[in-house]
């Protein structure tokens, strides 16, 4: 990856952030399924996006979270050597917030090429930051190095985590979530899976967990959060499936140890 697909990344971001923006007091929502929620401005933004990335790169794969293209090929998802990078494109992070005109709201652009996320843009127009990392590169947001806290104690750690829409009171995740809630110093659930990698890979949360969410969801932050220093992998300890990422991210080794005991 380079400082082109960078550039590129970043311009749809901003131009999908712009559509976003526009609607947010007048918006048009509706429901994909109980309580999972779309609206007119995630459609106009992953529209933006497409056509910027495509514009550019018009051999490369797309896999977004609106508009029926939810699949990578199959030669990608196997890494494949002859197959084509792929955009992984999450136009509207954190859509329940942006509903209801709270912040937490993100673009995420990720690029999967050769069997790993490589390249990622997350844009947070609210507070106007822009976080991105290329494979190998480091991580950034505003042009500012980012790492994260170093945490190794669970009883001092701030986590955070995403539930699946509709999560019912006795499902596994609600379990972790108390077994967690007893034994770090807090915990929170802000609505964005990418700001929360984000979050994490700048020393603001000292982790986050996931067993519910998508790949566009986790894309970009992948690649920020591991370009930053984090520690990534499955919930259960195994390697991160970027394609069914249930995950546990943590500041420091340490932590990551005891997150998954409490996971298991």
């Given at each position: 990856m380079d400082q082109q697909h960078l550039d590129v990344a970043i311009a749809a971001a901003r131009a999908a952030a712009v559509e976003l923006m526009a609607r947010r007091d007048d918006r048009i929502v509706r429901e994909k399924a109980p309580k999972d929620l779309v609206t007119d401005a995630d459609l106009a933004a992953q529209q933006a996006i497409r056509s910027i990335l495509f514009d550019r790169f018009p051999e490369y794969a797309f896999v977004g979270e609106e508009e029926g293209e939810n699949e990578p090929p199959q030669a990608v998802r196997r890494g494949e050597v002859d197959a084509p990078p792929c955009w992984?494109?999450?136009?509207l992070d954190g859509t329940v917030n942006y509903v209801h005109r709270?912040?937490?709201?993100?673009?995420s652009i990720g690029l999967y090429v050769a069997g790993k996320m490589r390249l990622g843009v997350i844009f947070d127009p609210v507070y106007d930051e822009l976080f991105t990392a290329i494979d190998g590169g480091g991580a950034m947001v505003n042009g500012r190095s980012m790492r994260p806290s170093g945490c190794r104690k669970i009883d001092e750690s701030l986590y955070s985590c995403s539930?699946?829409?509709g999560v019912q009171g006795d499902a596994p995740e609600v379990q972790r979530f108390l077994r967690v809630l007893e034994h770090c110093r807090a915990l929170r659930r802000l609505g964005s899976c990418a700001l929360n990698m984000c979050y994490v890979a700048d020393g603001r949360l000292d982790g986050y967990w996931a067993t519910s969410v998508q790949p566009w969801d986790a894309a970009a932050g992948i690649v920020i959060a591991r370009e930053a220093g984090a520690i990534l992998s499955q919930y259960d300890g195994a390697p991160l499936d970027d394609w069914n990422p249930m995950f546990c991210l943590s500041a420091s080794e340490e932590l990551q140890h005891s997150m998954l005991e409490l996971l298991k």
């Open positions: 992984v494109v999450d136009p709270l912040q937490n709201f993100a673009v539930f699946s829409a």
